[in-house]
Structure formats: C-alpha cells, structure tokens
C-alpha cells in the first residue's frame, strides 16, 4: 500500500503516512465497524393474518412454513400462545411501505 500524497509505502494497517502524516484512507477500517441490524416489523407482504410469523421468519431468516406449524402448534398446545401471538402483533410495529422508483 502507498500513500496517495507522497508516495511512500506504508502499512496496510496504519491510519497515516509516516513520512507525510496524510491521512490514509478511512475505508478499510469501516469494514469492521459496528453495523446494526434491521429491526423487526411486521411485513406488509407474504403475511396470513397479522405478519407477526413473516416477521420473525424474515428477520432471524427462518423457514416461513415451519415458523407457521411451530406458532400454529404453540397456540393449540398451550392458551399461552393465542396471547403471546396478540401481544406480538401489538408490540411489533408494521414494515413502512415501499415507495416506487422514480424513473427519469
């Protein structure tokens, strides 16, 4: 690696030019930045009732169908579950709408 002022080879790991002092550019450090993740919504599309399974299934990228039978089975095992699918529905906000590509 050179530095685009002086020329002079420098560490791919430095931050500066040891012969100018120019600041090396700043894009390989941003690689390992902290990168937060999408929240979880409830999507607009591919959803049955509330989008509350879609949700969990795109967010942690799960099978949609086996997130489905697992909710399905946990509503009808326990009465826990009924609640628990309304309370996420309530909490999880919805997914914001698309907007189309303005074309020019």
């Not at 600041?23 to 990168?35: K, L, R, T």
């Not at 879609?54 to 099978?63: I, N, P, S, T, V």
């Not at 489905?68 to 309304?86: C, K, S």
């Not at 996420?88 to 906000?93: C, E, G, K």
Request: charged share 10%; net charge positive.
């Amino acid at each position: 690696m050179f530095c685009s002022h002086c020329g002079k080879p420098i560490e791919s790991s430095s931050r500066f030019c040891t012969s100018c002092g120019a600041a090396v550019n700043a894009a390989p450090f941003m690689e390992n930045a902290y990168q937060p993740t999408p929240r979880l919504t409830r999507p607009r599309h591919s959803r049955m009732i509330a989008g509350v399974c879609a949700g969990f299934a795109l967010h942690y990228g799960w099978d949609l169908n086996l997130v489905r039978v697992i909710t399905a089975l946990f509503i009808i095992l326990t009465g826990v579950g009924a609640l628990a699918y309304i309370a996420a529905w309530v909490i999880i906000p919805e997914a914001p709408y698309a907007l189309p590509i303005k074309s020019t």
